[in-house]
């Protein structure tokens, strides 16, 4: 399935996040969740490096997740992806923007095998010129 925008090649990327020879960090959220629905298999990601800038939003199990705006066509079909972090919120809000530095991990949320950031940093940035992705 081709989705809009989002580079899912991951032959014409730099470097390949499931070959495991490589590392980049040029991926956006939307290209690693575009790589998720390629191979849906979490242990393909464990130990990967991820380096990606999004915003805030708390989690019920108090961590949060990094998320960026997706758009198809216009603002009004804009929808919300993230990727988990493996860390409570802590002095961070809702909407903060971050980039997020770290590794893939899997972790068990509600019964399910999930890829989750492990983060090595987390650093509040200012919200990019162009917020959305596409």
Known sequence: MAL?????DINS?????LTGKSVSN???IADW???????????????????VIGFVQPQKDGTFAVIRYVISCCIADATPIGIPVD????????DDWIQVKGIFVVKTIDGSRQV????DSIEKVTQPVEPYLY
């Not at 989750?116 to 983060?119: A, T, Y």
């Open 33 to 51: 969740v575009g790589l998720f629905q390629i191979d849906p298999e979490p242990e393909s990601y464990s130990g990967k490096s991820v380096n």
């Open 26 to 28: 040029n991926y956006t």
């Open 87 to 94: 860390k409570k919120l802590g002095d961070l809000k809702p």
């Open 116 to 119: 989750v950031i492990k983060p």
């Open 13 to 17: 990327l730099t470097m390949s996040p």
């Open 4 to 8: 809009k925008g989002v580079n899912t």
